[in-house]
């Protein structure tokens, strides 16, 4: 299985991005998708998670702002991101929480590779 996340670059403050990550290979189902991202000397957060039934978290520092969202059907995620702002600015990375290959394997987590977002100001 393989998460190949696309849709970042550069964008000024206020601005919006949109990205993606297409869940790839041998896929019976997928718990959850989230988006991580990582700013140069800090830590990894969560920034939006969707469980399969749709129910969605967020981090506080992008509510009402950010808008994950998920097509089961393609096994792909999105994160709509609007109101950019220089403090979101950082790597941004996909995962797929639970995904077994069949009714009988056993679960595994995967992450995509990063995708840079950088906003300006």
């Known amino acids: 299985v393989q998460l190949q996340a696309s849709g970042g670059g550069l964008v000024q403050a206020g601005g919006s991005l949109r990205l993606s990550c297409a869940a790839s290979g041998r896929i019976f189902s997928i718990n959850a998708m989230g988006w991580y991202r990582q700013a140069p000397g800090k830590q990894r957060e969560l920034v939006a998670q969707i469980i399969s039934g749709g129910s969605t978290n967020y981090a506080d520092s992008v509510k009402g702002r950010f808008t994950i969202s998920r097509d089961n059907a393609k096994n792909t995620e999105y994160l709509q991101m609007n109101s950019l702002t220089p403090e979101d600015t950082a790597v941004y990375y996909c995962?797929?929480?639970?995904?077994?290959?069949?009714?009988?394997?056993?679960?595994?987590?995967?992450w995509g590779q990063g995708t840079l977002v950088t906003v300006s100001s």
């Open positions: 995962n797929a929480v639970r995904v077994k290959s069949s009714l009988y394997d056993s679960s595994r987590d995967y």
